[in-house]
């Protein structure tokens, strides 16, 4: 992760923070990337963070449990589907609370060596 600021938005800033990187940028739409992602030496990785659209969310709540009477009880998707459902309360507050992440792999993605090391 890497983060450099900017004391306003002008789009000198990405073109020279960008000039020399190549790969992958995770940002919001910040229009002055844009220029940056037309070259295609930078791809960009959209922001989940700034879609937070809850009617789509219930919409998939509602998909999930409408598909879950059809599943087999046992199979892997029944039971991701089983752990959204349980958990969606929780799986919301990341909508109401600008703080939070999507997902906590930040924090898990660390903890892989020790597990893979097993």
């Known amino acids: 992760m890497w983060y ?11 073109k020279a923070h960008l000039s020399n990187f190549s790969g992958t ?11 940056a992602y037309e070259a295609a030496r930078i791809q960009e990785a959209a922001c989940w963070a ?3 659209s809850r009617p789509l969310l219930e919409s998939l709540r509602q998909w999930f ?7 087999p009880r046992k199979s892997d998707t ?21 703080r939070l992440e999507i997902d ?10 020790v597990v893979l090391g097993r």
């Open 78 to 98: 029944a039971m991701a589907v089983r752990y959204a459902l349980g958990r969606w309360k929780a799986l919301m507050r990341y909508c109401y609370d600008g």
């Open 4 to 14: 450099c600021y900017a004391p306003d938005r002008k789009g000198e800033h990405p």
């Open 25 to 35: 940028l995770q940002a919001d739409a910040y229009a002055s990337y844009e220029k």
């Open 50 to 52: 700034h879609v937070r």
């Open 104 to 113: 906590n792999n930040t924090a898990a993605r660390p903890l892989r060596v």
């Open 65 to 71: 449990e409408e598909t879950m009477r059809k599943l």
